[in-house]
């Protein structure tokens, strides 16, 4: 089964897909437009973007030598474009989204919609001067193109992050807040995709209080309020996201949903810490020592014996992920998430026991993710 991340990388890179070959079609040396898209495809299905992005502009360069931009160049400079995107490489994906979206212009059989098209010359031209004048535009007229909701996504998100590079939290927040509704039509997950977009919309509330930016919703223009809408996201994105990040562990690394859900403790617990030290009482939360890992695992409870931050005066909050073995014994230990990332350097000894009420043979092997707060001073 493939990955969270190769499901979610797929669906973006999928989104207007080349149509099947005609019955009898050579691959090969005689179709070699078709061999590379073949193999671009089953590179997205193996979550190899690397591999993926070779393979899409061996494609486009044979579709333009071949068929300059007629047949399927316009889909092909298309999924070029979005494999960058997927990669980060956000000014690679100019060239490949204009030519796109100029033969969707020019050619309404080539099979390119103009609107998908904009949308990633859009995000694409966030990494450049042109900043996002033509995606917020694009934006406007896929409201209400419910085919387009994973693409509207996607460029939600990239919206936001756009913002909360350039210090406009508020902004960033309605961006991600938009990006959440849009998230109930993903065709993937759309758990995860409101998590992430939750996630995110809470920290861009807590870093525009920090900056005293207003906000368009009167209800966050006070400190309670906003902590309180901040604290509400994280809890909710946690919630949901438990029994992915749960069900997903990865062996070394982590996954989407992973480090989605880690983000969304370490920046709730930040934010308890912070609202503790200002004298303002946090919301109440359950025994968050004891974790509930699925009817085939006992739940443990697993708590801090001894914490060492790193010297620091803020507020703030880091989470671990450890792999227990049968016995509880500890096997893994790795960092998912810190706010400030500082905290990342913590040491830490752990106390791991079965919860009461818990069968004395019951198997405690899996992952587990704990947070821990500093209160500064």
Known sequence: ???????????????????????????????????????????????????????????????????????????????LAQVRLDRGLGSGAVEPARQALEIASRDAASGVDP?????????????????????????????????????TYASLMALGEWRVQRERFA???????????????????????????????????????????????????SRRGADLAAHAAFTEAAQSLAPLALRQSAEGGLTLAESTYSEALAWREALRARMRLEGDRPPPLGDQSRIDRGADACAVRVRPAAFMPPSRQAPGAVVFRLKLNDAGVIVEQRVAAAVPTNLARAAVEWQVERSPGAASNCRMAGAVFVPVSVEGS
């Not at 070699?32 to 992005?53: K, M, N, Q, S, T």
């Not at 902004?171 to 995709?193: G, H, I, K, L, M």
């Open 1 to 79: 089964m493939r990955s969270l991340a190769a499901l979610l990388g797929f669906i973006a890179l999928c989104a207007c897909p080349i149509a099947g070959p005609p019955a009898g079609a050579a691959v090969g040396p005689d179709n070699p437009v078709l061999e590379h898209y073949r193999a671009y495809r089953a590179a997205i299905e193996a979550g190899d973007l690397a591999r993926a992005e070779t393979a899409a502009a061996a494609a486009l360069a044979q579709s333009t030598a071949r068929d300059g931009d007629g047949g399927r160049t316009g889909i092909l400079a298309l999924n």
């Open 115 to 151: 609107l998908l098209a904009k949308l990633t010359l859009g995000q694409a031209e966030l990494s450049t001067s042109a900043g996002a004048e033509r995606l917020e535009a694009a934006l406007s007229e896929s409201a209400n193109r419910a085919d387009l909701a994973d693409a």
């Open 171 to 221: 902004e960033a927040q309605a961006s991600f807040a938009a990006a959440r509704a849009a998230a109930r039509a993903n065709s993937v997950d759309p758990t995860y995709a409101a998590g992430r977009a939750l996630t995110r919309e809470g920290v861009a509330i807590v870093r525009a209080v920090s900056r005293g930016q207003a906000f368009a919703d009167a209800a966050l223009n």
